[in-house]
């Protein structure tokens, strides 16, 4: 059964007093509208996503949504919210054969957990539609005139919550019927249709950004929610007949090249594997085999490249990368600075979270032998720690 996920993000935000709409104001350094997107990419039973923005708004949806998986084109929103979920549901039907459930949230949203999405999506198995919410807990007052007035009963009241799921063909149809209406959200969309909804468990966490203490919370959050991992790696490489040698993306002088199916990038290499090291992701010959004739030659910032961009995908930043390289000749340290700035350039990081640096063995052993050169290098990465299964 087909699952998409539409995210609603036509919306202005003038509360949260940012200079950009909400959804695209900066959290942990990335559009807020990218941890929601990246949420629902990361879910194995979400097959789409569909994200409706405001018409002003291409150019930001474009970097919030960069690199995500199972996106649709972006389609613009209507005047009002319901019409904005409508426009979004009436693209899924076009572009989605065989659509059976739909999961309607908040772009301002971004912690919505994977555990909170499965039971949204189990509880479709049994009823048209699923509403995670929260019990209420606080007492409840009136008031008049700043004044406390009497209580009001709390039992079989709860915080509705998004996402909002129902079978696809229902809330189409019940938007459809009633387009131009005023509903609060999409659960009262469904009632008037008839359509029963069950409650599932939500989240403290999945609260909605809406003010400026909000985004205080969710970096507060964010920060809370993540881990460090890292990563080292190691790489040799020996030496063959040529007039130079590439380290860190920098053409050296020698008397001699490097061997290797790639360019023999023995810096990059290591760098390659201590990314994917701190991931838990293989290695560099598992994603690039050297049996595989498709990489002989090939540039080895595309492999650095391909290593960060698995990092991105997984919400992760890179805190710090530091590269050894261990050799008799060709001297480094000339130019150190340039592969250091070589470096940073490849990571997309500021320079200061790039070390270079070089030592000898002595004589000792094939480098102190000079037939090679070895690298060795560390990366500290910033991940969204696992939840829990």
Not at 186 to 206: F, K, Q, Y
Request: aromatic fraction near 4%; charge should be negative; proline fraction near 6%.
């Amino acid at each position: 059964m087909k699952t998409a996920a539409l995210i609603v993000a036509a919306g202005r935000g003038s509360r949260a007093g940012a200079p950009l709409p909400k959804q695209y104001a900066p959290l942990g350094g990335k559009p807020l509208l990218s941890h929601t997107i990246r949420a629902f990419a990361s879910h194995p039973d979400v097959s789409h996503i569909q994200v409706v923005i405001h018409s002003d708004d291409r150019t930001l949806y474009e970097n919030a949504a960069s690199g995500a998986s199972k996106m649709l084109p972006p389609v613009p929103g209507g005047a009002s919210r319901q019409a904005s979920v409508l426009a979004g549901l009436e693209a899924l039907e076009r572009q989605v054969p065989d659509l059976g459930f739909v999961l309607i949230h908040d772009g301002a949203r971004p912690f919505v957990s994977s555990s909170l999405i499965s039971r949204v999506i189990d509880a479709l198995e049994t009823a048209p539609g699923a509403l995670p919410a929260l019990a209420v807990t606080d007492t409840l007052r009136q008031g008049e005139n700043g004044l406390s007035g009497g209580s009001v009963p709390r039992d079989g009241l709860f915080r509705a919550q998004t996402p909002q799921g129902f079978r696809f063909a229902d809330i189409l149809a019940a938007h459809r019927a009633f387009a131009g209406q005023d509903f609060t959200d999409d659960v009262a969309v469904a009632a008037e249709a008839g359509l029963e909804t069950r409650l599932v468990e939500g989240s403290e966490d999945n609260f909605k950004v809406t003010h400026a203490e909000d985004f205080l919370r969710a970096e507060r959050y964010l920060a809370a929610s993540m881990e460090t991992r890292v990563g080292s790696g190691y790489d040799v490489h020996r030496f063959a007949e040529g007039d130079h040698v590439t380290l860190c993306g920098v053409a050296v002088p020698h008397t001699h090249g490097l061997s290797g199916h790639s360019d023999a990038d023995v810096g990059l290499h290591a760098v390659t594997d201590a990314i994917l090291g701190a991931l838990g992701d293989g290695d560099i010959g598992s994603h690039f085999p050297p049996s595989d004739a498709q990489w002989k030659g090939t540039a080895s910032h595309l492999f650095v490249e391909h290593a960060v961009k698995l990092m991105r995908a997984r919400g992760g930043t890179l805190s710090h990368v530091d590269l050894t390289l261990i050799c008799e000749r060709p001297k480094i340290g000339p130019h150190r600075e340039a592969m250091r700035a070589r470096l940073a350039e490849i990571l997309q990081v500021p320079l200061s979270r790039v070390a270079v640096k070089a030592t000898t063995t002595e004589g000792l052993g094939f480098t102190g032998r000079q037939e090679g050169i070895a690298a060795q290098a560390v990366a500290t990465l910033k991940l969204p720690a696992s939840e829990e299964p």
